[in-house]
């Protein structure tokens, strides 16, 4: 029987801890985009899981950087849906 500590060797435990993180950023995910039709604060799930993803995955720190800058638009005004008239 081989010691514990030569099977559990870095690459091993990088893989393992990939896996959980994929495997708990994509269900917090999930649950975000379910929260869109279904009661709930899909737009503070979405970002969570998204953050959780980005530990491991470089698209998904682009797409959480994405969500922040349209966050930030939305929450300083500039990103407006109708033009503003000038008329008025």
Do not use: C, H
């Amino acid at each position: 029987m081989k010691p514990l500590v030569s099977v559990w060797n870095v690459e091993n435990i990088k893989v393992v801890r990939r896996v959980i993180v994929s495997v708990i950023g994509a269900t917090v995910l999930l649950i975000g985009v379910a929260l869109l039709v279904l009661p709930g604060p899909a737009f503070i799930v979405i970002p969570v899981g998204l953050a959780i993803l980005a530990t491991e995955y470089a698209w998904a720190r682009r797409w959480l950087r994405k969500v922040r800058q349209m966050a930030s638009n939305v929450v300083s005004g500039r990103d407006r849906t109708a033009p503003r008239d000038s008329r008025i």
